[in-house]
């Protein structure tokens, strides 16, 4: 398909003229205020990344939920790159469901692209009815023109990995995309690839289990996630289980970005390992552990080893680099996965995290670090809390970085997160050699919001990204 043809869909025909498109001037991010002690809704906020711009860094616009205590965390798009071929869809809502009250936000990017409106609301009590789902996810879109929004439970909190089906156009819940009775015992995060006629989906744990906290007890218990679910994408229904060998806690899943690609990664967040899934020669799944991040022995922690946490993970849109973010340890990593099966180490850099000089944490082995890294300091702010969600820009030379994982954990593991809010990093990106540099000049201070320190999670481009679009 021609690339400049005058009636193309959103996005781009492929993950590589992606590459070429526009520098991103700004970006949409959820900022939370539940568990903060601060009585105010959670917001969307557009922030300036245009170094032109005399607003550059600035939060230039916040757009309030009418409701306390959503816990907004992720957001999709009401159409994407899976519907370039269609000429009468066009990118102009942005999806944000919440992870704890199960209501969905669409929101008007499109009227006004620097001053976001809310278009429509759908209350939880319309989800919990139609599909017996809530806790809701990841949202990605469909080549059909509908809406998925993955689940971690059902209403009442139990675990239970199903997914619900919006309209595109009027974003009505139509029901569950899964067959009635066909949910996977827990839920997270799901990614597609239709020339397989295959999606695969992780998980979390149930949200009774993490929704106040991580207690070790519970997966100890067996209550948090170690599999992946392979589901048939035409017929709608599970194919196959994969258990993660050494694999706890799988969140963030990718496929390659190529539609022709068989394979993708896994960041297990617990177990602070990549592991690799692909279509192995019986025509069924397989997965193998293919990067392990070693724990920490520490003093001054909630237990003697310390995880690294690997909490989001990216592809570059030519699959040639593989980046995560260690949340506990501190660490943004950059492997090179042209050989996707021997990952190669290309690019380290530490953002802030645990286990810093002067903090409380005193590590007493470390198989990597000769000494604890320095605290970090950009324009004279000291972030608190780690690297955590990281969006990467179109040609793959900037990766922004916010530092918040969920209210709840904030609280737990980076009680000073509540107290000076998050913030919003730019990391210079080597594409030829690999290398990772931190942008000096960069951070947006969401301490300094208007009604307090707010906790601010993903990152969205107006014109999608390399976590939001999927080609077909």
Known sequence: MATKCGKCGPGYPTPLEAMKGPREEIVYLPCIYRNTNIEAPDYL?????????????????????????DELHHSGWNTCSSCFGDSTKSRTKLMLPSLISSRIYVVDVGSEPRAPKLHKVIEPQEVHTKCNLGYLHTSHCLASGEVMISSLGDPKGNGKGGFVLLDGETFEVKGTWERPGGSAPMGYDFWYQPRHNVMISTEWAPPNVFKDGFNPANVEAGLYGSHMYVWDWQRHEIIQTLPLKDGLIPLEIRFLHDPAADQGFVGCALSSNIQRFFKNEGGTWSVEKVIQVPPKKVKGWMLPEMPGLITDILLSLDDRFLYFSNWLHGDLRQYDVSDPQKPRL???????????????????????????????????????????????????????????????????????????????????????????????????????????????????????????????
């Open 45 to 69: 906020a557009t922030v300036d990344v245009d170094p032109k711009s005399p607003q550059y860094c600035q939060v230039i616009h916040r757009l309030p939920m009418p409701y306390l205590k």
């Open 346 to 472: 290309a690019g380290q850099i530490f953002l802030g995290g645990s286990i810093v000089k002067g903090g409380p944490v005193q590590v007493l082995e470390d198989p990597e670090l000769q000494c604890q890294p320095e605290p970090l300091v950009v324009k004279g702010k000291r972030v608190a809390g780690g690297p955590q969600m990281i969006q990467l820009s179109l040609d793959g030379k900037r990766l922004y970085v916010t530092t918040s994982l969920y209210s709840g954990w904030d609280k737990q593991f980076y009680p000073d997160l509540i107290r000076e809010g998050s913030v919003m990093l730019q990391i210079d990106v080597d594409t030829e050699k690999g290398g990772l540099k931190l942008n000096p000049n960069f951070l947006v201070d969401f301490g300094k919001e208007p009604l307090g320190p707010a906790l601010a999670h993903e990152l969205r481009y107006p014109g999608g990204d390399c976590s939001s679009d999927i080609w077909i």
